[in-house]
């Protein structure tokens, strides 16, 4: 994968991977699922409901399929900044349902399936405060493990961040690094049928009025697949979910700001299959990332969200 993905930058200037680039997608309609009254970090399904991430105060919430109502499900340390969490997929050695998070001060929880216990599994060898990257790699290229990222949306001291793996047992590797400006709020795997950069970890850097979509592959090499005029947050790939949804299939996306949740219908997302959907922090601009040649082109995508300012930070896509 070195030389191939050292190519992508200048392939991707050629074909036209600018936002503003032209094809055919499908428009989000997204709708307010839930005004949650709590300031969320972040979303996540469980194949039962749907947990809320509470900012700052690290507190887990619980709630039914529909939205509403919150029940605490459990509490981490309190710790400024944003915590994300993801349920094992229950396979490669991982228990099936328990939720581990990644805090703003690097450290990795592990929360049993019924939220009664919660114990550090794991600490990332970083001193700075970082904004919870964390995704399990369901793809293979990172060895089945999760995968955190550290680094400061937004930031412009420290700049950059880098990438770990943690295995079963909770040991951690250090991949890579990537550079600023900005840093990353979210990490999410490419699919294996994503191009050159298939099975990469891809951290979208927010930079503030800018920022860029980065792959890193296993063996730490980095490049810069897409570039956006807005800072990126949110990531989803649109593959098939180990914990899928049913009826409740969809992308699920979390305001800060209205601490309203959205949610768009799975079936829109049917175009997107094997590609990736990134969403923007400030204005609230969604983009699809695909191949295109041995290059990327990212499109943006209308949506029924009105132009404002939103504070959006987290998002899950949840397979039919």
């Known amino acids: 994968m070195t030389r191939a993905i050292a190519l992508i930058a200048v392939l991707a200037a050629a074909l036209g991977t600018a936002p503003d680039a032209r094809g055919p997608v499908a428009t989000l309609h997204f709708r307010?699922?839930?005004?949650?009254?709590?300031?969320?970090?972040?979303?996540?399904w469980t194949g039962n409901g749907l947990l809320y991430l509470?900012?700052?105060?690290?507190?887990?919430?619980?709630?039914?399929?529909?939205g509403k109502p919150l029940t605490m499900f459990a509490s981490m340390p309190r710790a400024v900044e944003e915590t994300r969490c993801r349920v094992s997929p229950g396979?490669?050695?991982?228990?099936?349902?328990?939720?581990?998070?990644?805090?703003?001060?690097?450290?990795?929880?592990?929360?049993?399936?019924?939220?009664?216990?919660?114990t550090v599994f794991a600490k990332l060898p970083e001193s700075s405060i970082s904004d919870g990257a964390l995704?399990?790699?369901?793809?293979?290229?990172?060895?089945?493990?999760?995968v955190a990222a550290t680094g400061r949306s937004g930031a412009k001291t420290p700049s950059g961040g880098d990438v770990y793996t943690i295995d079963s047992s909770g040991s951690v590797r250090h991949v890579g690094s990537y550079a600023g400006p900005?840093?990353?709020?979210?990490?999410?795997?490419?699919?294996?049928?994503?191009?050159?950069?298939?099975r990469a970890a891809l951290v979208?850097?927010?930079?503030?009025?800018?920022?860029?979509?980065?792959?890193?592959?296993?063996?730490?090499?980095?490049?810069?697949i897409a570039r956006f005029a807005d800072g990126p947050n949110p990531i989803a790939a649109i593959v098939s979910t180990p914990i899928r949804g049913g009826a409740r299939a969809g992308l699920y996306v979390t305001d800060t700001l209205t601490t309203d949740v959205f949610v768009a219908p799975a079936s829109e997302l049917r175009?997107?299959?094997?590609?990736v959907v990134v969403g923007s922090e400030i204005q609230g601009l969604f983009w699809v990332i695909r191949p295109r040649g041995r290059g990327y082109e990212a499109l943006r995508v209308p949506t029924t969200l009105r132009a404002g300012h939103y504070n959006l930070e987290g998002m899950a896509y949840v397979s039919p």
């Open 32 to 44: 307010v699922l839930a005004q949650t009254g709590i300031r969320l970090a972040d979303v996540v």
């Open 135 to 146: 995704t399990f790699d369901t793809a293979g290229g990172f060895g089945y493990g999760l």
């Open 91 to 118: 396979t490669h050695g991982w228990e099936a349902g328990v939720i581990f998070c990644h805090a703003p001060d690097n450290t990795i929880y592990r929360i049993t399936a019924d939220g009664r216990s919660v």
């Open 54 to 66: 509470e900012n700052t105060t690290n507190t887990v919430w619980s709630v039914p399929p529909a």
């Open 204 to 224: 979208p850097v927010d930079a503030g009025a800018t920022g860029r979509l980065v792959a890193m592959s296993a063996d730490g090499k980095t490049t810069t």
């Open 271 to 275: 175009a997107y299959a094997g590609d």
């Open 182 to 198: 900005g840093g990353a709020d979210e990490v999410e795997i490419a699919p294996p049928r994503f191009g050159v950069a298939a």
